[in-house]
């Protein structure tokens, strides 16, 4: 009897082995060439990776971060209104995720960036307001500063 879950084990361990390139996510591939070309400041082709990842893979478990992502690489390439809607859909989509808070105060950066200072007001003091302690703030004050000057407040 012991010998043979011995040789069942084996089999087990011998078959996952072989298949188990066809068990890995699909989603890897494209996922990893996305992150090569971040990582190495491709912006352009990041954004293109990163939408092409989400068109195929929606509910991947790694679309939200691929929404930042995505969000941060057109904020690289000056595409400011686009960005500040990924980083919406990323904070709709994932509220409690790795990158929420983050992406909460990028938003109003994002505004204010485009010259959207209604937005940015509304966004950046929201941010101060429920993250009093975030580093981030003395960003965040900074352009509420600047969009006061900017009014002559």
Excluded: C
């Excluded at 084996?10 to 890897?28: E, K, N, R, Y």
């Excluded at 092409?52 to 690489?73: C, I, K």
Aim: charged share 25%; aromatic share 14%; glycine share 6%.
């Amino acid at each position: 009897m012991y010998r043979n879950q011995t040789l069942h084990v084996m089999a087990s361990v011998l078959l996952l082995g072989i298949f188990a390139p066809v068990l890995a996510d699909q989603a890897d591939d494209p996922y990893a060439v996305a992150a090569r070309h971040y990582s190495r400041a491709r912006w352009q082709l990041a954004v293109e990776e990163f939408k092409t990842f989400l068109d195929q893979y929606p509910q991947h478990a790694r679309a939200g971060d691929v929404t930042f992502f995505l969000a941060e690489s057109l904020v690289q390439l000056g595409r400011f209104d686009e960005a500040r809607q990924r980083y919406a859909t990323y904070n709709e989509e994932s509220p409690a995720g790795r990158y929420a808070q983050r992406a909460r105060f990028r938003v109003g950066e994002a505004a204010y960036l485009a010259a959207n200072f209604a937005a940015a007001r509304r966004d950046l003091q929201r941010f101060w307001q429920e993250y009093p302690e975030d580093p981030l703030n003395g960003y965040a004050l900074g352009y509420l500063g600047e969009i006061a000057l900017d009014a002559e407040q």
